[in-house]
């Protein structure tokens, strides 16, 4: 079973900074947070992943609070291209994924 | 990275039959999963296929219902068998790669898409 709640959606203006919330309250010491996301009609696909320290690549950010209960993945800019929704997917192995609901975004002009 | 294709990209199928969902992966992989999406829903994990071993299925799904094969270390296919409306929903196999400074990394093909009638 997924072990994360998220905002069934959200609306971010195109150029803003879009701030994705995950509340992840029974999360073990050994699992990973990751992100992906699914634009309509296609695979889900990699967006960045966590442990314990905050992260950062060329897509986003994600911010992982100090007791790991929950997290936030940044998009710093937001594009209509970032129209999709959002997984935030707790995994100890980084791959048999449990998928919640997720958060459907939308980047409005 | 990795491609992964699957055949057929959708299919109208009539109940009482069977569907065979083709997985290929441009590289070899170990672990290959197939997931199922019903309409307006999230991704539900059916089971993790293994070459050379048995598929393991979450609970819910069995084998009778959903047979995978792993012949190899680039193709997998999973069948759907004696349909009903209830199956129609996109279907979609993954694989696991490691990759450098993230441990690893999983690849989602572009899905199936069954509709039974």
Known sequence: DAKTTQPTSMDCAEGRAANLPCNHSTISGNEYVYWYRQI???GPQYI???LKNNETNEMASLIITEDRK???LILPHATLRDTAVYY?????TGNQFYFGTGTSLTVIP | SAVISQKPSRDICQRGTSLTIQCQVDS?????FWYRQQPGQSLTLIATANQGSEATYESGFVIDKFPISRPNLTFSTLTVSN???EDSSIYLCSVELPK???RYEQYFGPGT????T
């Open chain 1, 48 to 50: 960045i992943h966590g």
């Open chain 2, 113 to 116: 898409r069954l509709t039974v």
């Open chain 2, 83 to 85: 349909m009903s409306p």
């Open chain 2, 28 to 32: 070899q992989v170990t672990m290959m």
């Open chain 1, 88 to 92: 935030c997917i707790v995994s100890l």
């Open chain 2, 100 to 102: 450098v400074g993230v």
């Open chain 1, 40 to 42: 309509h009609s296609q």
């Open chain 1, 70 to 72: 929950s997290s936030t």
